[in-house]
């Protein structure tokens, strides 16, 4: 019900409520483009591309997802179409741009989900970054929910195996306790 409201003041104008309603999407919709482009710029010009698309397309939203679900489903389909026609293809160590104050691990953690393949990094980013249900995270990828499953679960494979080689767990006096 307050979506549908929401949807109603921003197609009458209502500055307040096109704030509000980018407040509250624009953080999640760059971090999600950020880890599909590992850019910040291109992040951030791909985040405003779907504030564009969505405003151009609101009258047409039928309420059968939440605005959350149709904005990343405009933001990937803009995603798709940066990636298409992208001249030049730049080697992922090259491309990550890492935020301000993101740790080594983190760091690490970061080039790991990047070096996915692109159809198994965007599903885990939308699941397990974003917290869409699985539901949502089909209709945004326009795949069946059993694909959405298969990939995660691949890409959490490749992500353990990718992480235990990049820290090295077999090393563990780090973690015990030094008794004087």
Do not use: N
Request: a negative charge; one cysteine or more.
């Amino acid at each position: 019900m307050l979506e549908r409201r929401l949807v109603q003041r921003l197609l009458s104008g209502d500055e307040r409520a096109a704030r509000r309603f980018v407040d509250d999407h624009y953080g999640p919709l760059l971090r999600f483009l950020r880890y599909l482009t590992g850019s910040e710029e291109e992040a951030v010009e791909l985040t405003q591309q779907t504030f564009v698309k969505a405003q151009d397309a609101l009258a047409e939203f039928r309420h059968e997802s939440s605005l959350r679900t149709w904005l990343r489903s405009i933001a990937y389909h803009e995603f798709t179409h940066w990636r298409r026609d992208r001249q030049e293809t730049v080697a992922l160590s090259e491309s990550v741009e890492s935020p301000a104050g993101l740790t080594e691990d983190g760091i690490v953690l970061q080039q790991a989900i990047d070096a996915l393949p692109d159809e198994l990094r965007e599903t885990f980013v939308l699941r397990e970054i974003d917290r869409l249900s699985v539901r949502e995270t089909a209709e945004v990828l326009d795949v069946p929910e059993g694909t959405v499953k298969s990939r995660c679960s691949l890409a959490k494979q490749r992500l353990r195996r990718k992480l235990a080689s990049a820290w090295d767990f077999s090393d563990t006096r780090s973690c015990e306790v030094e008794h004087g």
